[in-house]
């Protein structure tokens, strides 16, 4: 189900808590979000709809991929970014990696460990941000 897009920054600075299978309702609906706002944004977090858990969605090219409590694991390779998001008005500066590698789970609780670079890492560091309570 598409979901309103949460703008309130008290929520959104919160810590995301650990999601599980009984959030795998909230991980369809972020997918459902992302996909009716893919022409504004290519990647959301769960708290992006007012759901505080660690569960964040992106566009790698077409098609949307879904983690589960995400981690990045190795990064390096820092640069500025310039970034904006759809919780929040104009664009900032934000610091981000040009190479990461993140560990999450799939929607079948499965571990999966992905290595990324450039514009996907960067959305993926933007996401992962948003579970940990940080804004650009």
């Keep these: 189900m598409i979901k309103p897009i ?5 929520i959104l600075r919160k810590k995301s808590t650990t999601a599980s299978k009984k959030d795998l309702q909230t991980a369809s609906d972020l ?15 769960a708290n992006m709809i007012g759901i ?9 090219g077409p098609f949307p991929v879904l983690m589960i ?3 990045i694991t190795k990064k390096f390779g820092p640069y500025t970014a310039e970034e904006g998001c759809l919780s929040l008005e104009g664009k900032r500066v934000a610091k981000r990696f040009k190479h990461i590698e993140v560990t ?3 929607k ?13 890492a960067q959305i993926v560091q ?3 941000d ?4 940080i804004l650009i």
């Design 69 to 71: 409590n995400p981690e």
């Design 130 to 133: 948003h579970c940990n309570g």
């Design 31 to 45: 997918i459902d979000t992302l996909k009716a706002h893919q022409n504004a944004c290519v990647g959301m977090a």
């Design 6 to 10: 949460n703008k309130d920054v008290g």
């Design 104 to 106: 999450y789970l799939d």
């Design 126 to 128: 933007h996401e992962i």
């Design 108 to 120: 079948n609780f499965a571990k999966q460990r992905q290595k990324l670079d450039d514009f996907n």
């Design 52 to 60: 505080n858990k660690r569960i964040i969605a992106c566009f790698f």
